[in-house]
Protein backbone atom coordinates (compact mmCIF):
# COMPACT_ATOMS: atom_id res chain seq x y z
CA UNK A 1 0.00 0.00 0.00
CA UNK A 2 1.49 3.37 -0.90
CA UNK A 3 -0.31 6.33 0.84
CA UNK A 4 -0.19 10.13 -0.26
CA UNK A 5 -1.44 12.55 1.87
CA UNK A 6 -1.98 15.94 1.05
CA UNK A 7 -3.58 19.23 2.07
CA UNK A 8 -2.02 20.72 4.51
CA UNK A 9 -0.49 24.41 4.67
CA UNK A 10 -0.74 27.53 6.82
CA UNK A 11 -4.31 28.38 8.23
CA UNK A 12 -4.92 31.51 11.11
CA UNK A 13 -5.76 30.18 14.19
CA UNK A 14 -9.95 29.12 13.90
CA UNK A 15 -9.25 28.27 10.20
CA UNK A 16 -9.82 24.95 8.45
CA UNK A 17 -8.27 22.71 6.63
CA UNK A 18 -8.95 19.26 5.15
CA UNK A 19 -6.16 16.49 4.66
CA UNK A 20 -6.40 13.45 2.07
CA UNK A 21 -4.86 10.47 1.81
CA UNK A 22 -5.19 9.09 -0.96
CA UNK A 23 -4.25 5.10 -1.54
CA UNK A 24 -2.97 2.86 -4.36
CA UNK A 25 -1.60 -0.52 -4.44
CA UNK A 26 -4.19 -2.32 -2.33
CA UNK A 27 -7.49 -1.67 -1.73
CA UNK A 28 -8.02 0.14 1.64
CA UNK A 29 -11.47 -0.42 2.53
CA UNK A 30 -10.99 -3.21 5.26
CA UNK A 31 -8.17 -1.45 6.88
CA UNK A 32 -8.25 0.26 9.79
CA UNK A 33 -6.81 3.93 8.82
CA UNK A 34 -5.46 6.65 10.89
CA UNK A 35 -3.83 10.04 11.13
CA UNK A 36 -1.19 10.10 13.54
CA UNK A 37 0.55 14.38 14.16
CA UNK A 38 4.20 15.25 15.74
CA UNK A 39 4.87 18.45 16.36
CA UNK A 40 8.59 19.45 17.04
CA UNK A 41 10.62 17.95 19.90
CA UNK A 42 7.14 15.90 20.23
CA UNK A 43 6.21 12.25 20.33
CA UNK A 44 3.85 10.88 17.39
CA UNK A 45 0.30 10.60 18.38
CA UNK A 46 -2.49 9.39 17.05
CA UNK A 47 -4.88 11.91 16.04
CA UNK A 48 -7.91 9.93 14.70
CA UNK A 49 -8.74 6.53 13.34
CA UNK A 50 -11.41 5.07 11.80
CA UNK A 51 -11.88 1.36 11.06
CA UNK A 52 -13.47 -0.11 7.76
CA UNK A 53 -17.00 -0.06 9.38
CA UNK A 54 -16.91 3.56 9.83
CA UNK A 55 -16.34 3.35 13.97
CA UNK A 56 -14.46 6.43 14.66
CA UNK A 57 -11.74 7.50 17.36
CA UNK A 58 -10.70 10.58 18.31
CA UNK A 59 -7.78 12.38 20.59
CA UNK A 60 -8.79 13.99 23.24
CA UNK A 61 -7.18 17.18 21.96
CA UNK A 62 -9.64 17.15 18.98
CA UNK A 63 -12.80 15.82 20.01
CA UNK A 64 -15.53 18.13 18.72
CA UNK A 65 -12.90 19.68 16.01
CA UNK A 66 -11.76 17.02 13.47
CA UNK A 67 -13.75 14.92 11.96
CA UNK A 68 -11.89 11.70 9.92
CA UNK A 69 -13.99 10.09 7.39
CA UNK A 70 -13.30 7.79 4.22
CA UNK A 71 -14.38 7.42 0.77
CA UNK A 72 -14.11 3.70 -0.52
CA UNK A 73 -15.03 4.54 -3.78
CA UNK A 74 -11.71 6.47 -4.23
CA UNK A 75 -9.67 4.72 -1.84
CA UNK A 76 -9.10 7.78 -0.25
CA UNK A 77 -9.44 8.89 3.97
CA UNK A 78 -9.85 12.56 4.96
CA UNK A 79 -9.42 14.64 8.20
CA UNK A 80 -11.41 17.68 8.43
CA UNK A 81 -9.70 20.00 10.70
CA UNK A 82 -11.53 22.92 12.45
CA UNK A 83 -11.43 25.59 14.81
CA UNK A 84 -7.49 24.86 14.83
CA UNK A 85 -5.22 26.05 17.29
CA UNK A 86 -1.52 27.31 17.45
CA UNK A 87 -1.27 23.41 19.38
CA UNK A 88 -2.39 21.45 16.07
CA UNK A 89 0.92 22.58 14.44
CA UNK A 90 2.38 19.43 13.68
CA UNK A 91 3.08 17.05 10.32
CA UNK A 92 0.19 15.04 10.04
CA UNK A 93 0.70 11.53 8.59
CA UNK A 94 -1.83 9.05 7.66
CA UNK A 95 -1.21 5.10 8.51
CA UNK A 96 -2.91 1.83 7.34
CA UNK A 97 -3.46 -1.14 9.25
CA UNK A 98 -4.58 -3.82 7.20
CA UNK A 99 -5.08 -6.31 10.56
CA UNK A 100 -7.36 -3.58 12.26
CA UNK A 101 -5.73 -4.25 15.10
CA UNK A 102 -4.07 -0.92 15.67
CA UNK A 103 -0.41 -1.99 14.03
CA UNK A 104 -0.09 0.36 11.30
CA UNK A 105 2.46 -0.88 9.31
CA UNK A 106 2.01 1.25 5.75
CA UNK A 107 2.57 5.34 6.39
CA UNK A 108 2.48 8.29 3.97
CA UNK A 109 5.12 10.72 3.96
CA UNK A 110 3.55 13.76 5.82
CA UNK A 111 1.71 17.17 5.61
CA UNK A 112 3.04 20.08 7.39
CA UNK A 113 0.15 22.21 9.33
CA UNK A 114 1.16 25.28 10.96
CA UNK A 115 -1.18 27.40 12.04
CA UNK A 116 -0.50 30.94 13.32
CA UNK A 117 -1.98 32.82 15.57
Known amino acids: VQLQASGGGLVQAGGSLRLSCAAS????????MGWYRQAPGKQRELVAA???????NYADSVKGRFTISRDNAKNTVYLQMNSLKGEDTAVYYC????????????WGQGTQVTVSS
Open 25 to 32: GSIISTHL
Open 95 to 106: AADPRGIGAYVY
Open 50 to 56: ITSGRST
